[in-house]
Nanobody, 115 residues
Framework: VQLVESGGGLVQPGGSLQLSCAAS????????VRWFRQAPGKERELVDA????????YSADSVKGRFTVSRDNARNILYLQMNNLLPEDTAVYYC?????????WGQGTQVTVSS
């Protein structure tokens, strides 16, 4: 199982970014895949998740209405579309999956929201 995030960068407040998580070794549509983030000095927190089967998503209150998770089943990629970004969204963003009782994490991608 491997997860590789990309798409992070520096963006001004109010801007948008789309993060990608390329998955291998498992099929994203068969598992709950989650996006977490960790800001400096803070614990890692769950941001968004997409369920298997029906693809419904869960969003943390702090990002509800601004972030949207989706997936491309054909390409086995998970996306996190982030709109109206705020300075407090600055963090390293990780995708995560639990497969056969093991937690798998990507290497993370840095998102910095600053003017």
């Amino acid at each position: 199982v491997q997860l590789v995030e990309s798409g992070g960068g520096l963006v001004q407040p109010g801007g948008s970014l789309q993060l990608s998580c390329a998955a291998s070794g498992f099929t994203v549509s068969n598992y709950v895949v989650r996006w977490f983030r960790q800001a400096p000095g803070k614990e890692r927190e769950l941001v968004d998740a997409i369920t298997r089967d029906d693809g419904r998503s869960y969003s943390a209150d702090s990002v509800k209405g601004r972030f949207t998770v989706s997936r491309d089943n054909a390409r086995n990629i998970l996306y996190l579309q982030m709109n109206n970004l705020l300075p407090e969204d600055t963090a390293v963003y990780y995708c995560h999956v639990l497969v056969n009782g093991y937690n798998y994490w990507g290497q993370g991608t840095q998102v910095t929201v600053s003017s």
